[in-house]
């Protein structure tokens, strides 16, 4: 049997999730997606707002939105360090569509709008992540 | 005038209890709280411990970086300070001892000729420094007895800010540690600038680790990430030290506050059971004394009357008793 990873989802306040994984997915700023497996070398990299997938040892999958962060993989241990993330279950589906709503027209009022870009950016990645 | 002074006894008794009765609620409050906010407390303890360690392993990792967070002013000309108080009194020394630091720390650098930038953090440190006329800068408050990660996110950018923009060269951070439930004390640390991540290495855990890291994009581009997460994770251990504190402190000087009214309300209702005692022997005094003046001296009703008080009947009910004698 294949070892596996020891995966931590820590924020400033509290761990949480902890189990453990075959494989855990993530996207880095730039580079792209990124998949670890137990046994790799030691990863320090910062994370994009996007999901970030943990493939369970009975083939489960446990799917959250990290909006910023970063990922460290050292000794078969993946920790991912991040103020905001939401597991898939616990996401607002109808919040969200309402903020994607109100950022989006923010956004076509005022392009260069911001805040309202990472609103809008926001709001499609729990989308995103509630219908996976 | 009899009676005046057990009247009043009474009353100051009754104050005394509907006080014992609000320390008594704020100690079992405090109580609570202190076990929640050591809670918040340790349950923030991981990511701190694990941000540190991430710049352990970027020091290993053998990332140079110039970032303005770490820039070592060759001359510090203006010294920040923030401070962390309460929002509310009624914890014992807790807020006092934190200021009177803080007001020492701002008059030594003062005397050295350097300029400061008060950041005030919780309603109390705000109104002490206002009143003597001190410079403050930043005020916030609102949140010290149930800080956010966003609180302190907010103070972190602010004071990160002006640091930047180097209206100051060096901000210190003043708060109290919560050490154990007897134990707090106020401290005085560095929070900018950052030093160096060689420095912070050796402050973090220690443990071994190899030093042969892959970074994504590249270790400047992590530890410029990281940096501004590193101060907010700090101040809000700060934060929440000194919630977990402000809640011990209450609860002890509540607990005292309950105690001492038991022994005021004991104390008072002693003299008061005198006092009553007093009144009613000079009310006895006053009768006798009329009876005798009007029977000349016969044995009468009132002598029969004042027995039969004497054997422990109500004073009061003999008042009419003494008139129809007479």
């Known amino acids: 049997m294949a070892v596996e990873l020891d995966v931590e989802l820590v924020s400033p306040e509290e761990v949480t999730y902890s189990g453990s994984a075959e494989m855990v997915i993530v996207r880095t700023v730039e580079e792209g997606d990124i998949a670890f497996q137990a046994g790799h070398v030691p990863f320090l990299g910062v994370l994009a707002p996007w999901s970030v997938d943990v493939l369970r040892p009975g083939g489960e999958r446990d799917t959250f939105a990290v909006h910023r962060g970063f990922v460290e993989v050292s000794h078969n241990k993946v920790t991912i360090l991040s103020d905001v993330s939401e597991p898939a279950g616990e996401i607002d589906v109808a919040r969200a569509e309402a903020a994607r709503q109100r950022a989006s027209e923010a956004l076509s009022a005022d392009a260069d709008d911001a805040g309202a870009a990472a609103a809008l950016e926001r709001a499609e990645l729990r989308l995103r992540v509630a219908a996976a | 005038m009899p009676g005046g002074r057990e009247r009043e006894l ?194 973090g855990s220690g443990t071994g680790r190899e030093g042969s890291f892959e970074f994504e994009p590249s270790p400047e581009a992590v530890l410029e990430a990281l940096l501004p997460r590193y101060t907010e994770a700090r101040l809000y251990g700060a934060l929440l030290d000194a919630a977990a504190s402000e809640h011990a402190s209450r609860q002890r000087a509540m607990k005292a506050a309950t105690d001492n009214a038991e022994e005021l309300i004991t104390k008072l209702s002693r003299a008061m059971n005198q006092a009553r005692q007093d009144a009613i022997t000079t009310e006895i005094m006053e009768i006798v004394g009329g009876a005798e003046a009007l029977g000349g001296g016969e044995s009468t009703d009132v002598d029969l009357a004042l027995a039969s008080m004497l054997a422990g009947t109500d004073a009061s009910d003999l008042v009419p008793a003494g008139g129809h004698a007479a």
């Open chain 2, 10 to 203: 009474r009353r100051r008794i009754g104050s005394i209890q509907s006080t014992k009765k609000i320390t008594r609620a704020m100690e079992l409050i405090a109580a609570t709280r202190v076990v929640k906010a050591m809670q918040r407390a340790n349950a923030a303890r991981p990511y701190a411990r694990l941000i540190t360690s991430v710049i352990e392993d970027l020091a290993a990792g053998g990332a140079e970086v110039d970032h303005p967070l770490l820039r070592q002013a060759p001359e510090v000309r203006n010294v920040g300070f923030i401070i962390i108080t309460g929002d509310r009194g009624l914890a014992g020394a807790y807020n006092t001892s934190v200021i009177r630091t803080a007001e020492r720390q701002v008059m030594a650098h003062v005397s050295e000729g350097k300029g400061y930038s008060l950041c005030c953090v919780g309603r109390k440190s705000a109104s002490y420094f206002r009143f003597r006329n001190y410079r403050i800068d930043h005020a916030m408050s609102g949140f010290s007895d149930n800080p956010s990660y966003d609180d302190a996110r907010r103070i972190a950018e602010t004071v990160s800010e002006s640091f930047l923009s180097e209206t100051v060269d060096q901000v210190e951070l003043i708060y109290t540690e919560f050490v154990s439930m007897g134990t707090q004390r106020v401290v005085v640390r560095r929070f900018l600038p950052l030093v160096d991540t060689e420095m912070m290495a050796r402050e």
